[in-house]
């Protein structure tokens, strides 16, 4: 067996929960059950979000070169449909998937309705590197001033993300996860500006 599917997707799930309560905190979930061969297809991190958000009554759709493998695979672990991006309840954004493929992402995905804001996409993303070195500055909910975060490549959607969350209580939340297994969560609350050099 790859997990304890109870125990270590509570411990994900809890995990998911603090970050996204706390935007810009950094936890590493690598020590969460135990590699598989299949992962080199995904970041480990990425397959344990895997595993605690899909199942049967979710739907979600991958963006990037092995997606087609990857949809098999998900779908046999956790019995979730793979569908159209724009009607998809979960995106998953790989590592090597193209700008252009990134910026459909955020035009897409569904930002919910006034009345049912909850029934939009959250956003799985791959990344290089996370960490709170000083490049990008966060404001919102759950941030008692300011948070500062370094995003590998963030400048790839930033510009895409907030016009998708112009429309507040609209938008998008997203889960960002490195190959080191460690993950944080933007709300769509969370409003983003480069640090200030002095």
Known sequence: MVIDVVHNTQEVFRT?????????????????GSRME???????ATFLSVMTLLDAEVSFHIIGGNAAVLEELFTAY?????????????????????????????????????MNPQQSATIIMETKKLSNDPLLTIR???IETMENVHIAESELWRFERAEANQEYPLGVDMILIDCQSNMMCLPRTTKFQDCEVS
């Open 140 to 142: 919102g909910p759950g």
């Open 78 to 114: 956790t019995l979730s449909t793979a569908t159209d991006l724009g009607q998809a309840d979960y995106i998953f954004i790989l590592q090597d998937a193209q700008p252009q493929m990134i910026h459909e992402v955020f035009r897409r995905a569904k930002k919910g309705t006034l």
């Open 16 to 32: 998911i929960l603090h970050c996204m309560s706390r935007p810009g905190t950094i936890k590493n979930i690598d020590g969460i």
């Open 38 to 44: 299949q992962l080199e297809k995904c970041h480990h």
